[in-house]
């Protein structure tokens, strides 16, 4: 009787445990499907542009013309007119040498010259004398009125006074020359400027010692500047004289002067393996000799892909952008970045022609959401 009480409780436990598992029991069809979540965002194409390749060259601006002034004679420097950075006018006088040596050779070389003209009107006198008496005797000579070895006598004295003449002449020649070259070194006494410009460099004090060939400044023309860059051999080809180039000065706030190439070295360094290639830039007051200067080269163009910066978003060390596929969906994807143009930036991989990206990514994307484009 007590076995058939437990096997009847056993058996109701059992019915309402069933039934209470039954009733938790999810039918089919009734699980709710989460929604994806939509985001606005401006989407563009990539696209492979060809754009001008330029190789940049660093230089210095230098004057177009840069003269070293030196001494023709040795002297003590007497004066000094001028300082770095004065402007001067062609013939102006910079300084002056002591000339009392040169003007004793100047007053030297005058008396010379006196006293031959004075030796060279006595000899034309003789040789005009000889002259009349060779030819009086050449009469006598034909009527045999005087003899041979007296015509002889006559005739050697007039050969000899004409070469006494010649040599006077000579003579009178040479002092000349030597008179012009006292003169010339009088003035050279006196430094003056060759032509306008600005003195960038003075190298001489009054009491010093000016010698022949020893420096005392150095002038350069002003308004006319060039840049002086050094340009490998793999892209001397792309350069051809009067090429417009883009100059860019540093110092002056990176302005910015559209140059022409002047000249180009025929020859290679043997060391380096460049050329020295000279570009002319436009005149500018704020222009001065030794400036840094950067000069960009059209070496010619190459096929890249350009995205605005605003689409490039960093990561710790990532940089990548969020692609758009057929789904419209987001994708974050890494891409190599190289250089920056304004606002836009280069893409050197990752991304290819035609591929659709976010350009102005929305705070609250992230990869797997929806992309409704917007203008």
């Given at each position: 009787?007590?076995?058939?009480?437990?096997?009847?409780?056993?058996?109701?436990?059992?019915?309402?445990?069933?039934?209470?598992?039954?009733?938790?029991?999810?039918?089919?069809?009734?699980?709710?499907?989460?929604?994806?979540?939509?985001?606005?965002?401006?989407?563009?194409?990539?696209?492979?542009?060809?754009?001008?390749?330029?190789?940049?060259?660093?230089?210095?601006?230098?004057?177009?013309?840069?003269?070293?002034?030196?001494?023709?004679?040795?002297?003590?420097?007497?004066?000094?007119?001028?300082?770095?950075?004065?402007?001067?006018?062609?013939?102006?006088?910079?300084?002056?040498?002591?000339?009392?040596?040169?003007?004793?050779?100047?007053?030297?070389?005058?008396?010379?010259?006196?006293?031959?003209?004075?030796?060279?009107t006595a000899a034309s006198a003789g040789a005009e004398l000889a002259r009349?008496?060779?030819?009086?005797?050449?009469?006598?000579?034909?009527?045999?009125?005087?003899?041979?070895?007296?015509?002889?006598?006559?005739?050697?004295?007039?050969?000899?006074?004409?070469?006494?003449?010649?040599?006077?002449?000579?003579?009178?020649?040479?002092?000349?020359?030597?008179?012009?070259?006292?003169?010339?070194?009088?003035?050279?006494?006196?430094?003056?400027?060759?032509?306008?410009?600005?003195?960038?460099?003075?190298?001489?004090?009054?009491?010093?010692?000016?010698?022949?060939?020893?420096?005392?400044?150095?002038?350069?023309?002003?308004?006319?500047y060039i840049v002086d860059l050094v340009l490998p051999e793999q892209y001397?080809?792309?350069?051809?004289?009067?090429?417009?180039?883009?100059?860019?000065?540093?110092?002056?706030?990176?302005?910015?002067?559209?140059?022409?190439?002047?000249?180009?070295?025929?020859?290679?360094?043997?060391?380096?393996?460049?050329?020295?290639?000279?570009?002319?830039?436009?005149?500018?007051?704020?222009?001065?000799?030794?400036?840094?200067?950067?000069?960009?080269?059209?070496?010619?163009?190459?096929?890249?892909?350009?995205?605005?910066?605003?689409?490039?978003?960093?990561?710790?060390?990532?940089?990548?952008?969020?692609?758009?596929?057929?789904?419209?969906?987001?994708?974050?994807?890494?891409?190599?970045?190289?250089?920056?143009?304004?606002?836009?930036?280069?893409?050197?991989?990752?991304?290819?022609?035609?591929?659709?990206?976010?350009?102005?990514?929305?705070?609250?994307?992230?990869?797997?959401?929806?992309?409704?484009?917007?203008?």
């Amino acid at each position: 009787m007590q076995k058939n009480k437990r096997f009847f409780y056993f058996i109701i436990f059992t019915a309402v445990f069933l039934l209470m598992g039954c009733g938790e029991k999810i039918e089919p069809g009734n699980v709710k499907v989460s929604k994806k979540e939509i985001v606005k965002a401006t989407v563009a194409s990539a696209k492979l542009i060809r754009q001008p390749f330029f190789y940049e060259s660093v230089g210095t601006v230098s004057a177009k013309t840069v003269s070293t002034i030196s001494s023709k004679l040795m002297g003590a420097v007497k004066e000094v007119l001028v300082r770095e950075g004065d402007p001067v006018k062609k013939g102006d006088r910079l300084a002056n040498i002591d000339d009392r040596q040169v003007g004793a050779m100047l007053r030297q070389a005058k008396a010379a010259l006196a006293e031959a003209r004075r030796a060279e009107t006595a000899a034309s006198a003789g040789a005009e004398l000889a002259r009349a008496t060779y030819t009086r005797y050449q009469n006598l000579m034909k009527d045999e009125s005087t003899s041979p070895q007296e015509f002889d006598e006559i005739k050697s004295r007039y050969q000899q006074a004409q070469a006494g003449l010649d040599a006077a002449k000579q003579r009178v020649k040479q002092v000349e020359a030597s008179l012009s070259s006292a003169v010339v070194s009088a003035k050279d006494a006196v430094i003056l400027a060759p032509y306008d410009g600005t003195i960038r460099a003075k190298m001489i004090d009054v009491g010093d010692l000016a010698a022949p060939g020893k420096p005392l400044f150095t002038l350069e023309t002003t308004g006319n500047y060039i840049v002086d860059l050094v340009l490998p051999e793999q892209y001397i080809h792309t350069v051809v004289l009067d090429q417009e180039v883009t100059v860019t000065v540093s110092a002056l706030n990176k302005k910015t002067f559209t140059g022409s190439v002047q000249e180009i070295f025929p020859a290679a360094d043997a060391k380096s393996r460049s050329f020295l290639v000279k570009v002319r830039i436009p005149a500018d007051k704020l222009l001065r000799s030794g400036m840094f200067a950067r000069v960009s080269i059209p070496i010619g163009k190459a096929g890249l892909i350009l995205i605005p910066v605003t689409a490039v978003i960093h990561s710790g060390q990532l940089t990548g952008i969020y692609i758009v596929d057929d789904t419209q969906t987001a994708k974050f994807r890494l891409i190599r970045t190289g250089r920056t143009f304004g606002e836009f930036i280069e893409v050197l991989s990752g991304l290819k022609d035609g591929d659709r990206y976010v350009s102005v990514p929305p705070p609250n994307l992230n990869n797997g959401m929806t992309v409704e484009a917007v203008s």
